[in-house]
């Protein structure tokens, strides 16, 4: 019997939620993403044999993508890595579908993306039936209010975040990208929606760490504890006596967090 239109809508949404991982099927090696803000790739291999075994997921930024980046994404997909590629497309609809695409085409596991509801879409579109995730730009973490106000925006950064959830919702992307401040909010408004939706926060750092230029920041269990999936840590490792030991303490917080 053929179903109706709208009955139809429910089921293909379901299938759609069901097959996105739930929080507590995430293996914990994957939960760490470190993030390769490195001057140069010489620097970014180093890093990556630096940790060897005990990290299994990098992020590739803009700073990177453009001295050879692209190559790096498929040298560590080689060595069984995952690949986070941060690349931050927004432009009109056409554009960042072909720009999805291409990205495609590199096998990497994550993608960033900013835009409308009708631009993330179009993103959707271009990624198809491939296993690459489309995660949506909430606001950066090195954002505050006052600076919303200065870039003309007539919304708290809390807001703002909630409606790019609800973009990234209503587009069918993967995840969002947003400060571990907001993430209870964020896991709040998914799962009324019936989603899984993924939470990936950068501006991590433990206690005792420099903030840097990170406004918006979390420890990694309280990050973990508030609803985020993954973390996304670069100086905090990249600066450490031992990015190996560090790395290794990064993970045993999240486990705490995960356990309690």
Do not use: W
């Amino acid at each position: 019997m053929l179903r109706s239109g709208a009955a139809a809508a429910r089921t293909v949404e379901g299938d759609y939620l069901m097959s996105r991982p739930a929080p507590n099927t995430i293996p914990i090696e994957d939960r760490l993403i470190v993030a390769l803000d490195v001057e140069s790739i010489d620097e970014a291999k180093a890093v990556v044999k630096s940790l060897g075994e005990s990290v299994s997921f990098y992020k590739i930024g803009l700073g990177l993508q453009f001295k050879g980046g692209i190559e790096l994404a498929k040298e560590l997909k080689k060595q069984g890595k995952k690949v986070f590629f941060d690349s931050k497309i927004y432009d009109v609809e056409a554009t960042t579908k072909a720009a999805v695409q291409s990205i495609v085409e590199l096998g990497v596991d994550f993608l960033t993306i900013h835009g409308n509801t009708s631009i993330l879409k179009e993103a959707v579109a271009g990624r198809g039936d491939s296993d690459l995730k489309l995660f949506v730009i909430t606001v950066l973490t090195s954002l505050d209010d006052k600076d919303m106000i200065e870039m003309g925006y007539t919304v708290s950064v809390e807001k703002m975040v909630e409606y790019k959830t609800k973009a990234a919702l209503d587009s069918r992307c993967d995840g969002v990208i947003t400060s571990g401040l907001e993430a209870r909010m964020i896991r709040r408004i998914a799962e009324r929606n019936g989603s899984n939706l993924l939470i990936a926060t950068p501006g991590i750092r433990s206690d005792g760490v420099s903030r840097n230029d990170q406004k918006r920041v979390a420890t990694p269990k309280s990050a973990i504890e508030a609803g985020a999936d993954y973390l996304v840590m670069g100086r905090q490792i990249l600066k450490a006596q031992s990015r190996r030991d560090e790395a290794v303490r990064v993970f045993e917080d999240i486990h705490a967090a995960l356990t309690t």
